[in-house]
């Protein structure tokens, strides 16, 4: 008898189309407040960070600095985001603003609807199994050569 275990499809087509459903239950969600997901997901961590550097924010974040640039330039805009000066006067700090810190507040309600969602529609016991698989084969997989984030 044959114990060997078969793999059936492509796994990063099967991960994409997982993450699509799941990023279009968030999107929903989240955009009643005005913001996309990574827009949420930006603020939360210049919030989590504190003031820093862009470079340090763009590598916590694990995404490239012009990347990082391109999706400050919005939250700057609107007033969430400020630029400060840095250290030595030739570096900028990324900070959150009162503005912002309550946007993240309002976001955070609706990303927590998203998440309950999910975890009513899979079930708390398959949410644990995935996080749990993630987090298992991430370091599996090294650093993201391409510098991209999940957002």
Known sequence: MNTEVKVQGCTSFKVRQLMRRISQM????????GLRTTQYSLLSNVMNLGPMRPVELAAAMNMTASTLSRNLQPLVAAGWVALGAGADGRSRLVQITEAGAAKRREAQRHWKVAQHKLNAQLGIERVAALHALIDDVLPLLGADAAGEHAG
């Open 26 to 33: 968030y999107d929903v969600e989240v955009a009643q407040c």
